[in-house]
């Protein structure tokens, strides 16, 4: 973790803070005070839970746009107080246009448009929407707070890997997956409960003329590396690719190698008391 500490303290720059995902997370976050099982992201401060927090965000405005749609198509169509077809092609075609525009994750053959809810909920947004006249779906649109689930646990890491961020998956081990995050430019290693591991800050500010071109091959074999648990590999397929200086590795493995002869020194100097 020291390794990764002290990457994040020598970074070059942080365009996060001026990156869209940011401006987006400031204009919409209060949204997230009337959730008391999302509350706490109102209160993000590192670029992954802004990352997070947005994505409850469009989940909720996915799931009040769809239903705004389905009652808009339904009055054009149904007499009031009666059922709608639940295979009328005009509704149909009225929910596609505006699912159109609409973040989403695939999972298999659904499409998750509200991934705050669970799966067969989602169903129901995707491809059912006339039962939400049915009870016990019915209560969705205004009594829904006990159906809302934490989406990063239920559908994991590759919920990331989806519209619903600008993250870019660049590996995985087993469950764990790794994210390339092009606005801090950094590398997010998550594991399957949807949390983040570690934040592998790029570009230093020792490192000279920096370039920004081919990110995705570049960090390749660092990722490869780090799921082999390999540091020493790690760290040099880092500094290969420019992605940090050799001037902070030096930097970083002469600290460690202080540190630990200090610890050695004091072990030893106990050890003659």
């Known amino acids: 973790m020291e390794l990764f500490h002290k990457l994040a303290k020598y970074r070059r720059k942080d365009d996060f803070e001026s990156s869209s995902e940011m401006r ?15 509350r ?3 209160k993000a401060y590192s670029s992954f839970d802004v990352i997070r927090a947005n994505l409850l965000l469009r989940a909720l405005s996915n799931k009040f746009v ?3 749609a389905y009652l808009a198509a339904k009055k054009q169509e149904v007499i009031p107080g009666t059922p709608a077809d639940p295979n009328s092609e005009s509704i149909k075609a009225k929910l596609a246009a505006i699912k ?7 999972l298999n053959d659904q499409r998750i448009y509200v991934p705050v809810l669970p799966l067969s909920f989602n169903l129901i947004y995707d491809q059912e929407p006339t039962r939400l006249d049915e ?3 019915s209560g969705l649109a205004k009594d829904y707070e006990a ?3 934490d989406p990063f646990d239920y559908y994991g890491p590759d919920l990331f890997d989806s519209y619903f961020t600008r993250l870019v998956k660049v590996g995985q081990k087993g469950k764990n997956r790794a994210f390339l995050n092009y606005d801090s430019f950094s590398i997010y290693f998550v594991n399957e409960q949807g949390r983040l591991d570690v934040e592998c800050v790029l570009f230093d500010k020792f490192l000279d003329h920096p370039s920004y071109n081919h990110l995705l091959v570049r960090v390749k074999p660092a990722v490869e590396a780090y799921y082999k648990d390999s540091r020493e590999e790690f760290m040099k397929a880092l ?3 420019r992605l940090i200086s050799s001037s902070l590795a030096f930097k970083i493995k002469h600290d460690e190698q202080r540190f630990y002869a200090n610890i050695a020194k004091r072990y030893s100097l106990d050890g003659k008391q």
């Not at 987006?24 to 999302?38: G, V």
């Not at 159109?100 to 695939?106: E, F, G, H, N, V």
């Open 24 to 38: 987006f997370f400031l204009e919409n976050a209060d949204i997230l005070n009337s959730f008391p099982l999302y």
């Open 40 to 42: 706490k992201f109102r």
């Open 66 to 68: 769809i239903e705004k």
């Open 100 to 106: 159109r525009d609409l973040p989403y994750y695939q």
């Open 135 to 137: 009870h016990p779906y």
């Open 147 to 149: 159906a809302l689930i």
């Open 239 to 241: 500094v290969d690719n």
